[in-house]
């Protein structure tokens, strides 16, 4: 289970083959809404700007695209971790207060999110650019908050865990 999960725990990636690892320890945050995703019997719980793969039916190329979940319609192709596009029946954006679990992954692949016999590939944030100064740092001025996180993160997920 998510809560489970510690800096240096190894799950599977979505697509059954590669290995990531927790690359630093997951936190508890707040959230003030939750998207309601559901595509056949895969349903996913996630806050509105959590990355999700989806298939362009226009597009031939096997070049992955994600959207925010928030920005998602009901008949949009979301991939589920059968390798298929399904189109979603429902997405429901609910304003309400809850916690959520945030989980940084590496490698940077889509992770079969809340497992049920089919389930919706989501994606993490992508990996922030380290800042790079050329020369001294002015005098006085300490590191930023964006260097002591290792410059990595993963999307809030919202609602409680289930397997």
């Known amino acids: 289970m998510g809560r489970d999960l510690k800096k240096g725990s190894q799950v599977l990636a ?4 590669s290995i990531l690892e927790v690359a630093k320890t997951p936190e508890i945050c707040e959230a003030s809404e939750v998207v309601e995703l559901q595509a056949g019997d895969a349903v996913l719980r ?14 031939d190329t096997e070049e992955s695209l ?11 192709l979301v991939m ?10 429902s997405v429901v954006i609910r304003p309400m207060v809850f916690q959520v679990l945030k989980i940084v992954f590496e490698p940077y692949l889509p992770v079969a ?3 049920r016999p089919t389930c919706i590939l989501s994606l993490g944030h992508k990996k922030k650019r380290p800042i790079r100064h050329g020369g001294r740092l ?10 002591m996180d290792g410059g ?3 999307p809030i997920t919202a ?3 289930m397997d």
């Open 14 to 17: 979505g697509d059954d083959v």
């Open 46 to 59: 996630v806050t509105p700007d959590h990355l999700v793969q989806v298939s362009d039916s226009k597009d």
């Open 66 to 76: 994600y959207l925010e979940a928030g920005k998602l319609k009901v008949g949009d």
């Open 80 to 89: 589920l971790d059968s390798g298929e596009p399904v189109a979603l029946s």
């Open 113 to 115: 999110v809340f497992s």
């Open 138 to 147: 002015r005098e006085g001025a300490g590191p930023s908050d964006d260097s």
């Open 152 to 154: 990595v993160s993963v």
């Open 159 to 161: 609602g409680e865990y």
